[in-house]
């Protein structure tokens, strides 16, 4: 006897739409993408005339900001009931605000989902304006796309907090590459800044410095208006100063992104160093990457800070070690100038005293006696080199002279200026640029220290190919018209002498800007 086929009712065409809008959700690249695809398609699997996807603000996770919107448009009363209404229906066919003082109706059903990922809410998914009442299957095929957005987003973040950490440890390995043959601050501090600035996406990055009870001295600075930052933040670091502790803070304005509510940061962070000198890490207006949480920047930049703690040690270290190689150094040559070289000519010089007696010429006791007195004259030189016997280091670098030049500034001026250098300043070999150059900046610094009334200087080296540039730019009070340049026409001579050229324009928002450069030899 034959058995009647039988034939098992394959997936509904409803069921094979939401494998499907799934499967596009997983494939998302980006954030935004992952938005759009996510809308949409909610919308087409329940019908729904529009849809938002709202944000918790990092800060303040009860605070819902819209990322997107897809359908008909919203006017802006309407997404803000729509944020506060709640799931499902009244008995009215209404949707409802869902923990309110009182039931308020948002024009019809508002149907929710919480869109999670593993640190916990992300945000929530509404659809409006739906064809009729709320059933299970709209319900279930939101709840499923509310699910994939919230694993579609930490994959997503998953990725770029790989991807820092990846760039992270080629910035580390970028430092220890400097310190190879040992710490060369002038090299090492200033990619430091520079890499923070480029991992945190901030506006401007410094290490600040305050030896004792001494003015500021800014160790190294990367960005535009980091010398505006630094007067700006002089509340804020004299309080991290004395107290020691790490601040961080955002801006009060967000600007809502599809994977977040996005703040930009600003973080002071002291260092814990050996040397007497207290030191800040500054990392103004940074925001993290898309999909990073802030706290995981803000660990990076301790980290960083931590980093640069253990460099500055380091030199330290090698300092305090050079110190006593060259006292060490000093006491044997001193010890061997006096026991060996001065015993000798003392004993040469009594013996040349000796023959004086014996000889019967006067034309040779005259020699003799003179000869006596140069060797007394010498051991008295030799004597006097012996208390004269250091060492300076950082002698003959020209990027150590500059920052010396500007940082000796700032107990004139009230403020620590700001040095940036572009490029292999010390590979420039011409001595007497340097010194034309260290000239120029001493003369700028000056004027700006007797006529600017500023609260901000910047100065900037670089090298270029074939061309030697210097920027001091301040916010003081300008140039007048018809002013009398004095000091300038120096500066303006000493690049006409290498066939440069010199430019003094207003600086915006205000102050001066001098520019000085000439062609490398």
Known sequence: MSTPDRTTDGPSESTLALLAALREIGSAEDASSLARHGLRLARSLTGAGAALLAVADDRHPDDLLVVARDGSALTDEEVERWLLAGDGQGADGEGRRAGGDGERAVGGPVLSAEVTVESGRFGVLRL??????????SRAALDAVAFALGSRVETLRQREVSDLHERITDAVWELDRTLADGVDLEVTLPLLVTRTRELTRADAVAL????????????????????????????????VLGAGTAHHWSARGTVPRPDGVHRRWTSLVPLETRGEQHVVLVVHAWSPPRGVPPHQVQDVISALALHAALILDRAHGEREHDLVTRLEDRDRIARDLHDLVIQRLFAVGLTLQGATRRAGSPELVERLEGAVAELDQTIRDIRATIFELRHHPGQGSFRADLRALVDSYAPTLGFAPVLHVHG????????????QVLMVVREALSNVTRHARASSVQVTARIDPGTLSLTVQDDGVGVAGGAVESGLSNVRARAADRGGRVRLDPASPRGTRLQWSVPLP
């Open 128 to 137: 409006g304006q739906l064809p009729g009442p709320v059933g299970a299957r």
């Open 208 to 239: 600040v410095a305050r030896p004792g009870s001494g003015p500021h001295r800014v160790l190294a600075a990367d960005g535009e208006r980091s010398a505006a930052v630094l007067v700006e933040l002089q509340p804020d670091l004299e309080e």
């Open 424 to 435: 292999p300043l010390d590979s420039v070999p011409d001595e007497e640029l340097h010194s």
